[in-house]
Nanobody, 119 residues
Framework: QVQLVESGGGLVQAGGSLRLSCASSRSIFSFNAMGWYRQAPGKQRELVASFTSGGSTNYADSVKGRFTISRDNAKNTVYLQMNSLKPEDTAVYYC????WGNGGEWNYRGQGTQVTVSS
């Protein structure tokens, strides 16, 4: 069973920064993709940033230039550096990991961490 544990959320003023962490109980090399999603009240969950084992990185248009996803392989941890935060970034942020093969796909998600940006 894979466990993903997020941390680093909190309350910050607009224009501020936060760094989210996602610690995996399994080597992150075992995943084909990892990323961060967020869900605000009354809204659908959306992909914020992700990377694949092949090296590609993807960001939502709304966060490009402000957020950066990175990884520390030795610590089996994925980060999301969030700068120039806006009130519309307020949401619960979830870490997600996926691996696929043999005709199947497995997805894992953490419990989420709340990010609140005040204006």
């Amino acid at each position: 069973q894979v466990q993903l544990v997020e941390s680093g959320g909190g309350l910050v003023q607009a224009g501020g920064s936060l760094r989210l962490s996602c610690a995996s109980s399994r080597s992150i090399f075992s995943f084909n993709a990892m990323g961060w999603y967020r869900q605000a009240p009354g809204k659908q969950r959306e992909l914020v940033a992700s990377f694949t084992s092949g090296g590609s990185t993807n960001y939502a248009d709304s966060v490009k230039g402000r957020f950066t996803i990175s990884r520390d392989n030795a610590k089996n941890t994925v980060y999301l550096q969030m700068n120039s935060l806006k009130p519309e970034d307020t949401a619960v942020y979830y870490c997600n990991a996926a691996h696929w093969g043999n005709g199947g796909e497995w997805n894992y998600r953490g419990q989420g961490t709340q990010v609140t940006v005040s204006s």
